[in-house]
């Protein structure tokens, strides 16, 4: 008996007869289409699926009594013992049926009148279709049982290596959006599909049909609609409008006029690691009682996070002021005489030299330094409805972790905030501009001292 699947193995217990049950699968039952204007939905994309089963999961029997509805020459007539179907040990991303699924997605969610990005048949690839997807949809295979029969010949009892049967798949869909880059809804769905004649495929079948089935429901689900409703993308939208609260003042610290590199080391130890929750991101002081420069989207909705300066000492910082359309954040921590790092307010010119300066991809990685120069300023918006905003673009390397640290001129002062890396496209990263992040956040210079 061969392994169809890669993702699957056929588990034998011997004995001396095949004493499998079946297996026990929910039922089913699909909701009905829920009717939506497909104008009014933005675009998506299917991002993968991973297995939130364990390895060695039984998924599937192979019973004795063979399975109802459906046609099989003396269905598991030579199995013997308890004979199941588990996960084997491969990777979660689910490699042998990935690309199935991706398929499966594309035709259920267009059948559905849905506006998909990623054509899994298409030949080329095409980066500006990828960029129209504003979300991305990931799937979770939370649970699958089912029965199989494999097919036997009639005079001599020898397996064929044709199945038939039945598969049962709960799915968790996480709705990411992928220019705000967070998580907007979690959905469950289930799906079931019976293979009623047998064939070499027929568990991928079942095992694909089941997914198809689940995402069938995903997009007859309310909820589902309502996330990817422009309406909705709207609303999630913060104006893109300055914050009115009180201005905050702090003082202008003179610019600098020597090289970067001249006063690395005075620069290197007001650019700090910013900690909330699991993650981590970067940081930056512009006063000497404490106020320090980041992204909205690395303290997230933490309250306090945890700043660490490049000597390893680390204190709470209290988020103070946020604004998620320009996407920047103020923290205040109480400590004073620390050195600010002065801003150059006008913008940089093209092909100019830039460097950053931040934690990327692991906090030991802090005061990593990285060298362009300044490829585009460019205006656009992140989301339907959303006013264009202005963002420097370089070809300075930087991964996760630097968000929200600074961005410095060929004299070190800070002219940007680390903020968007194009995934698609090397070299093609996004900054904001430093004159941007203070008028957002109402935060005021007050002249320097003569």
């Known amino acids: 008996m061969r392994v169809l699947l890669s993702a699957i193995v056929i588990a034998v217990l011997v004995s001396g007869c095949n004493t499998t049950a079946r297996m026990e699968v929910p039922t089913v039952v699909q909701p009905e289409p829920v009717e939506f204007n497909t104008s009014d939905i933005v675009p998506f994309a299917f991002q993968g699926a991973v297995s939130g089963m364990r390895f060695g999961s039984v998924i599937a029997h192979f019973p004795a009594e063979g399975v109802p509805g459906i046609s099989s020459s003396l269905c598991n007539y030579s199995y013997t013992g308890e004979v199941t179907l588990t996960l084997n040990n491969g990777s979660r991303h689910l490699s042998g049926w990935n690309d199935e699924m991706h398929m499966a997605f594309f035709e259920v969610m267009k059948s559905q009148g849905f506006d998909v990005v990623g054509d899994p048949t298409n030949l080329f690839d095409y980066s500006d279709e990828r960029g129209r997807a504003e979300f991305a949809i990931g799937a979770r295979i939370k649970d699958m049982s089912g029965n199989f029969c494999e097919d036997h010949d009639f005079w001599y009892g020898y397996p064929q290596d044709r199945y038939a049967g039945e598969m049962f798949m709960e799915v968790e869909w996480t709705i990411f959006n992928t220019t705000m880059r967070q998580e907007k809804n979690r959905i469950t769905t289930t799906g079931y599909f019976k293979v009623r004649k047998s064939s070499r495929t027929g568990m991928l079948e079942a095992i694909i049909g089941a997914f198809s089935a689940a995402t069938e429901s995903l997009g007859s689900n309310k909820d589902f609609i309502k996330a990817l409703s422009k309406e909705t993308v709207r609303s999630d939208v913060v104006a893109s409008v300055p914050l009115t609260d009180e201005a905050i003042y702090i003082p202008e610290i003179s610019l600098s006029t020597q090289p970067f590199e001249d006063h690395v080391r005075r620069i290197l130890p007001s650019v700090v690691t910013i900690r909330a929750g699991g993650g981590h991101g970067s940081g930056f002081v512009i006063s000497e009682d404490g106020y320090i420069l980041s992204n909205q989207h690395v303290v997230g909705d933490f309250d306090t996070v945890l700043v660490r300066f490049e000597n390893g000492v680390e204190i709470d910082a209290a988020v103070i002021r946020r604004h998620e359309g320009r996407d920047v954040a103020l923290l205040k921590i109480p400590l004073r005489g620390l050195r600010a790092l002065p801003m ?48 420097i673009q370089s070809d300075v390397a930087i991964t996760g972790g630097n968000s929200g640290g600074p961005m410095f001129d060929k004299d070190g002062n800070v002219i940007g905030i680390t903020v968007l890396e194009q995934l698609d496209a090397d070299d093609v990263n996004f900054f904001i501009p430093i004159d941007d992040a203070l008028k957002f956040l109402n935060i005021k210079q007050t002249p320097a001292s003569s």
């Open 344 to 391: 150059n307010l006008e913008l940089p010119g093209i092909a100019t030299e830039a460097v950053v300066v931040g934690s990327p991809a692991d906090e030991e990685l802090y005061s990593t330094v990285t060298r362009g120069s300044i490829s585009a300023l460019r205006k656009f918006s992140y989301a339907s409805g959303a006013t264009p905003l202005l963002y």
